[in-house]
């Protein structure tokens, strides 16, 4: 290789190392059923009971929803933020979360407005809001 030849090769080397886009963790195929199995009041809080159906090949560490609860009317109540993870790859797992201060008869629909954290052992995931799949169980929706 002659000198005037290597010079194209090594600049397209670091061109491809320092351009090259941060690496993420590779999206996982399938997706992430959300149900909305069961609403339980206890005291002054509203139990809620969610089905997770990890249908993804990996692993998570990591699953922050951001859900808004919204009455009857329409109306906000609350914005929850909750760490669903571990969730077991293929793995299908029931969550119980808190909802203190509430009436289970006063959440009208629920929204999963957004992801606060998405990660697996090899880094941190991307698409997870758009992998979502809710449902409910119940007149109450479950919604995005």
């Not at 199995?37 to 002054?44: P, S, V």
């Not at 009436?103 to 407005?113: A, H, P, W």
């Amino acid at each position: 290789m002659t000198q005037s030849s290597r010079i194209p090769s090594a600049l397209a080397l670091v061109t491809t190392l320092f351009c090259a886009p941060a690496q993420a963790a590779t999206p996982p195929e399938g997706g992430l059923e959300v149900e909305l199995n069961k609403l339980e009041q206890r005291a002054d809080a509203c139990v809620t009971y969610l089905v997770f159906g990890n249908r993804t090949a990996v692993d998570l560490t990591s699953l922050q929803l951001e859900l808004v609860l919204f009455d009857d009317q329409g109306l906000i109540q609350q914005r929850l933020a909750l760490e669903a993870a571990p969730l077991a790859a293929g793995k299908t797992s029931v969550k119980l979360f808190e909802v203190a201060d509430t009436r289970c008869e006063q959440i009208g629909r629920i929204l999963v407005n957004g992801i606060g954290a998405c990660s697996s052992a090899e880094g941190t995931l991307t698409d997870c809001l758009q992998r979502i799949e809710p449902s409910s169980r119940l007149s109450t929706k479950l919604f995005k």
